[in-house]
């Protein structure tokens, strides 16, 4: 089965590197909800044996992205508003309580190194963000909340919290697409989050936090008010 804007991967780490190119196709819209495809499928488009084509989607169906049809391969997850809003609670409610716990501790356990590269990450995102383009903002996005929660959590929390995010983007992404131009839509604060993540402001880091999430919900409620 072709699937428009791949390119064959590599033999190297073939498990990983196809569970990424499926996730780049869901984000892009070019696997969308609900789309049924089997092993041999992936695997023939791919040029590789169908063990890490299935390795790789039973990956993607532990992280609530795709779903197992019996006798018809695999299929990708129809997340719901309501999915949606239980997904922005949950998140909103655990990362406050992460950083209102562990911000005013960060200063003394903080790499150097890891630092600059949530910064690095934090002015590409927020770049991406007030220019309106999509697609480049999802990937710093998800590395910018990874990297920053990484700072301040421990790795579980931090790999729930990844999950949580891919599925919003999963859901959010068809309707972010509907909208001719996104500048000045989308949440620009990852600059000023890490600045109070890094002085050690629980307070500012929690506004700022509360604020994205009411954002972020505001405008997906709209869209799919909005929706045909």
Same mark, same amino acid.
């Given at each position: 089965?072709?699937? =428009? ?31 049924q495809f089997t092993v041999k ?10 063990? =890490? ?23 990708v997850h129809e997340f719901t @508003? ?31 190194? &890891?630092?600059? &590269?949530?910064?690095?990450? +934090? ?14 903002? @999802? ?5 910018f909340w990874r990297e920053i ?7 579980? @929390? ?24 996104? $500048? ?10 890490? +600045? ?5 402001? =629980? ?13 972020? $919900? +505001? ?8 929706? =045909?």
């Amino acid at each position: 089965m072709p699937v =428009p804007g791949t390119s064959p991967v590599k033999r190297n780490t073939l498990r990983q590197q196809i569970a990424d190119a499926l996730c780049d196709e869901v984000l892009a819209g070019r696997l969308p909800a609900g789309r049924q495809f089997t092993v041999k499928e992936m695997a023939d488009h791919y040029g590789v044996s169908a063990t =890490p084509v299935r390795e790789a989607l039973l990956d993607l169906c532990s992280q609530g992205l795709l779903d197992v049809e019996e006798h018809r391969g695999f299929k990708v997850h129809e997340f719901t @508003i309501k999915d949606f809003r239980h997904m922005v609670d949950a998140r909103n409610m655990v990362v406050e309580g992460l950083f209102r716990h562990a911000v005013e501790q960060t200063l003394n356990t903080m790499n150097p190194q &890891s630092l600059a &590269s949530v910064r690095r990450r +934090a002015e590409a995102a927020e770049r991406a963000a007030r220019g309106g383009d999509l697609d480049i903002l @999802i990937g710093y996005d998800l590395r910018f909340w990874r990297e920053i929660c990484g700072l301040v959590g421990n790795p579980y @929390i931090t790999d729930f919290l990844q999950r949580l995010r891919m599925q919003t983007w999963v859901f959010t992404v068809p309707y972010l697409r509907r909208v001719p131009d996104l $500048r000045g839509e989308l949440w620009a604060g990852h600059c000023e989050l890490t +600045a109070a993540v890094t002085r050690g402001d =629980p307070k500012t880091s929690e506004r700022l936090i509360s604020a994205y999430n009411a954002h972020f $919900r +505001a405008l997906i409620e709209r869209l799919v008010t909005d929706a =045909p």
